[in-house]
């Protein structure tokens, strides 16, 4: 197939240099002259676009050179990069291209930036944003065995351009690569995303080292090596579904815990993860992370201190609901083949706030119909306490917890057997009060 490669740098020279040698003509234009490189190369952006069925486009999306990861970064304001360079090359391809062609995006961009900023100037020809996911010391191994294949297009789909860009790698990348394919917004996320989960991970680790060598009699690897081998919760799927913030019973507290022991160690700030209402109604982890890859291997890692943490109102909130619809089905009874249904309406907040007071509260609606009469019974299960931390290790806690305010917790339920339906109710313990401490 004839290939055009714009952008014949750090990355563009390798990756076109394994279309080569798979058998594909290749022809590379870049701003600067190559002296070793074994394709062949023009002066002119015509000339790649008039030889290439496929076009890939691998320039700087660049940052001022302040980010370019060498030294720390969180003194510099947020800043998106520079696009110029690829619009002016879309500009240029576009005027000697057809829609016979397909071009091919490679640059890093933010999510939603290919809408925003460059399909305007894309008239002429197909495109396809595929941005590669390559460490820059092993690119032509990386682009024989890459990890996954990032393909965007407009709408998605698996089908058209996409498969022909897809075909075109199978005849160089090892067989069973994973391809993800999705809408140009849904692929720039999952290039720039990917590229973060990795630097927190970076920051996660060397965070470990530095607490193990300050604890002593504790060795990086062994902890590293447990949190590698655990391919579920950590490596795997889980939590990889979006939606409420961090919480439950643990996360919270052994963060704070971990940034407590961090302090005392002297070992420096800990990544720490702070929960913060939306709109008061529901919440999204709030990741206070910030860093940067410095020469030598060491990440730095800056967050907020303890003090400007000390008077953050941090709240959890979750609003859900599940919806039952029973219909049993026998053959010696029809008269127990009746449906009947149970809803359950559930919610828990909790909210931290200042001076070590903290309130928690959960509920549950339940909606029972279609059953016999006198059985259709709905109720309103609110629990609620509110507790104060004393002391300055705030080991000392004294709490009031209040169970079943409304006085109305029944458990009512159906049971459906071969040729009985049985409908119950049973009051239990209801709305009591404790303290503790």
């Known amino acids: 197939m004839k290939i055009g490669f714009i952008g014949v740098g750090k990355l563009g020279k390798d990756a076109a240099e394994v279309m080569y040698e798979c058998g594909h003509d290749v022809l590379g234009y870049d701003v600067k002259t190559m002296s070793e490189t074994k394709i062949n190369m023009t002066t002119s952006i015509m000339d790649v676009c008039k030889h290439g069925e496929i076009i890939f486009i691998a320039v700087p999306t660049p940052h001022h050179p302040d980010y370019d990861g060498r030294n720390p970064t969180s003194h510099l304001p947020n800043k998106d990069f520079d696009y110029s360079i690829v619009k002016e090359v ?16 490679i640059s890093t961009v933010l999510p939603g930036t290919i809408r925003r900023e460059f399909i305007n100037l894309c008239d002429n020809f197909r495109f396809i944003y595929n941005p590669y996911l ?11 065995n890459p990890e996954m ?29 994973r391809y993800e394919v999705g809408t140009w917004d849904e692929a720039e996320g999952i290039k720039i995303f990917y590229n973060t989960f990795i630097s927190t991970k970076v920051a996660l680790v060397n965070m470990i080292q530095d607490v193990a060598e ?18 579920y919760r950590i490596l795997g799927p889980a939590y990889m579904k979006a939606g409420m913030g961090d919480g439950g019973g643990c996360h919270p507290r052994d963060n704070i815990a971990l940034r407590y022991m961090a302090e005392k160690l002297d070992a420096g700030e800990i990544v720490t993860i702070v929960s913060t209402p939306i709109s008061g109604e529901i919440n999204f982890g709030s990741y206070l992370l910030e860093g940067t890859l410095v020469s030598g291997g060491e990440y730095i890692v800056e967050i ?13 909130n979750t609003v859900g609901t599940d919806y039952e619809y029973n219909v049993p089905k026998t053959t010696l009874n029809n008269e127990t083949n009746l449906p009947y249904i149970t809803q359950r309406v559930n919610f828990e907040f909790a909210w931290q706030m200042p001076k070590g007071f903290s309130f928690e509260s959960d509920g549950v609606y339940t909606i029972n119909s279609k059953r016999s009469d006198g059985y259709n019974i709905n109720y309103f299960t609110w629990n609620a306490s509110i507790d104060k931390k004393f002391l300055k290790t705030e080991n000392l806690i004294l709490a009031i917890k209040a ?22 109710k049973t009051t239990i313990i209801q709305r009591y009060f404790f303290t503790s401490r």
Do not use: C, H
């Open 90 to 105: 879309l500009t240029e391809v576009n005027k000697y291209t057809s829609k016979e062609q397909l071009v091919v995006l």
């Open 134 to 144: 390559i460490a820059m010391g092993t690119v032509k191994w990386d682009m024989v």
């Open 149 to 177: 294949i990032i393909i965007g297009t407009e709408d998605g789909s698996f089908t058209g351009d996409a498969k022909i860009l897809l075909d075109f790698y199978k005849t160089f990348i090892k067989e069973g690569t």
């Open 214 to 231: 300050k604890i002593g009699n504790m060795n990086v690897d062994v902890v590293t090596g447990a949190l590698e081998r655990s391919t």
């Open 304 to 316: 907020p201190t303890q003090e400007a943490l000390t008077n953050v109102i941090a709240s959890a």
């Open 403 to 424: 169970n079943d305010i409304l006085n109305q917790n029944i458990s009512a339920g159906r049971n459906v057997q071969t040729n009985v339906i049985t409908d119950s």
